[in-house]
């Protein structure tokens, strides 16, 4: 709201933040999810020992499927993708 409140017109918001799913030679590296992304949630209750869900077990009794919370994907606006990706090609 503070940016809305000093421009006019169109705008479009970037988010920049860190990948927690980093994967071998990305380190250092500008990612762009031009394919979609998902969000990957873990759930810190499920490393509790003595709870268990019934489901296939690991170590503390957790199924896979409640040790993390993934969303289904989210994919980006076409246009708005394609133009970071060229604005970073031009000024990296």
């Given at each position: 709201r503070e940016s809305r409140a000093v421009i006019e017109?169109?705008?479009?918001?970037v988010?920049?933040?860190t990948c927690g799913a980093l994967q071998p030679g990305t380190l250092g590296k500008i990612l762009v999810p031009a394919e979609g992304c998902v969000l990957v949630?873990?759930?810190?209750d499920a490393f509790?020992?003595?709870?268990?869900?019934?489901g296939e077990s690991h170590q503390n009794g957790?199924?896979?499927?409640?040790?993390?919370?993934?969303?289904?994907?989210?994919?980006?606006?076409?246009?708005l993708c394609s133009d970071l990706v060229a604005n970073l090609g031009r000024t990296l």
């Open positions: 017109g169109p705008m479009a918001v988010r920049l933040g949630q873990r759930n810190c509790n020992s003595g709870s268990s869900d019934g957790q199924s896979a499927a409640t040790c993390y919370n993934i969303t289904r994907p989210v994919f980006p606006h076409e246009g």
